[in-house]
């Protein structure tokens, strides 16, 4: 079963800049299409970014298009969040999540896996 384990969150400036990690474990991550997931207190868990399982495509929400960049290594089995140019309104848990498969969006309903979350705070 595949096990997902998030880290590289923190406190950051407005248009600091940081880097997600999310390693996989248990199963190889070539088989599994990876979305980012954000929920900001009192709000919905909203899609952030995804990519499929070789990594050939990708896919962002309006909202953080041009500023945040997902990528994966599968040697190493992780995935990737660069965030930069972050505003306060990108204060979240952001959480990674894996669907078996090529490609599976932005809809929570697609993924079957989740790790546990990584605090992002964007405040001065």
């Known amino acids: 079963q595949l096990h997902l384990v998030e880290s590289g969150g923190g406190l950051v400036q407005p248009g600091g800049s940081l880097r997600l990690s999310c390693a996989g474990s248990?199963?190889?991550?070539?088989?599994?299409?990876i979305g980012w997931f954000r929920q900001a207190p009192g709000k919905e868990r909203e899609g952030v970014s995804c990519i499929s399982s070789t990594g050939g495509s990708t896919n962002y929400a309006d909202s953080v298009k041009g500023r945040f960049t997902i990528s994966r290594d599968n040697a190493k089995n992780m995935v990737y969040l660069q965030m930069n140019s972050l505003k306060p309104e990108d204060t979240a848990v952001y959480y990674c999540a894996g669907s078996w498969g090529v490609v599976a969006g932005l809809e929570r309903a697609a993924y079957d896996y989740w790790g546990q979350g990584t605090q992002v705070t964007v405040s001065s």
């Open positions: 248990g199963v190889s991550l070539d088989y599994y299409a």
